[in-house]
């Protein structure tokens, strides 16, 4: 089984003011997905970022930090607003998906996931074995969930990658962004940065800066984190760009594409 992750960046125009799909972006890798899965059959579970849909909601309700009694109601409905948005983002692109012949079948954290302290603690994912025993493509986004002890917070797309590959047990786990990798420092800001084909310690980045967009859920040095965790539990996963035609294609072909793999052995 694959778990493939879109980024946000990819999905949306994460600069624009107003939620933006970026519907050429969509079209291209829904389209890649297909040829690749009418060349042979892949149980294949999709995870996607929030973007510019999540995120301004998000920064706006704070959710995420503590709050006091009389705050709730309004965090309440901030809670939904952001679910509301994160669940029109994936209406969108499952919408595309499934105008090419992909069955996927929207699976949504906020209705069975749980956390404390921002970390998932319970999800049962049954669900996502029975759908993928039968054919389906689940797919799952990040979005907000319960929380024991902040009541409620954000889950990023990448905490979703590490809690499924932790618990599924995928024989590859890639996630697409709008970078070829991972450099020792942001390729967007520093033309001298240095790309990693394989990465192994936080330690090797030069400056821990998050990405080129602030983002709530904390850009490439929470992914990286997020995929350490998993290459302790000797899980390899692999960070490619998505940007590139024709790169998930031939990430879900087995064919050899650039990118960043994080592994604990070097
Ligand atoms: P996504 O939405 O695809 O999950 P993010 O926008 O959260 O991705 O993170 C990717 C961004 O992280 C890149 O566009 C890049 O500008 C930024 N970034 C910051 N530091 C690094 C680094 N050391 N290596 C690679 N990219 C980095």
């Known amino acids: 089984m ?11 125009k994460k ?3 107003e939620s933006e799909v970026d519907s050429v972006n969509l079209k291209r890798i829904a389209l890649e997905i297909k040829k690749s899965l009418d060349n042979s059959s892949k149980e ?12 301004p909601p998000a920064k706006k309700y704070k959710i995420g930090q503590s709050f006091d009694k009389d705050e709730y109601p309004q965090k309440r409905i901030g809670f939904c607003e952001i679910q509301n948005a994160v669940k029109k983002l994936n209406m969108l692109i ?43 493509i689940p797919i799952i986004y990040g979005d907000v969930v319960l929380d024991e002890d902040l009541e409620f917070c954000v ?16 024989s590859k786990v890639v996630l ?8 020792n420092k942001n390729p967007k800001t520093h033309d001298d940065a240095v790309f990693y084909e394989r990465f192994s310690s936080i330690e090797d980045l030069d400056a821990l800066e998050g990405t080129t967009n602030i983002d709530v859920t904390g850009g490439m040095v929470g992914k990286i984190k997020e995929l350490l965790y998993l290459a302790d539990l000797g899980i390899e996963s692999k960070i490619i760009n998505a940007e590139i035609e024709n790169n998930i ?18």
């Open 2 to 12: 694959i778990i493939l992750k879109i980024g946000g960046s990819i999905l949306t």
């Open 15 to 17: 600069d624009a003011p």
């Open 44 to 55: 294949l579970v999709i995870v996607h970022g929030a973007g510019s849909f999540g995120h």
């Open 94 to 136: 499952c919408e595309e998906f499934i105008s090419h012949g992909l069955p996927v079948i929207a699976v949504p954290a906020s209705s069975f996931i749980t956390a404390n302290s921002k970390r998932i603690t319970d999800g049962n994912l049954d669900i996502f074995k029975k759908y993928l025993s039968k054919g389906f």
């Open 155 to 170: 889950i990023s797309g990448d905490q979703i990658i590490q809690y499924l590959a932790s618990n599924l047990n995928p």
């Open 176 to 183: 697409g962004t709008d970078v070829d990798g991972v450099y």
């Open 249 to 266: 294609y031939k990430v879900l072909e087995n064919d050899d594409v650039k990118g960043t793999v994080i592994s604990r052995s070097k």
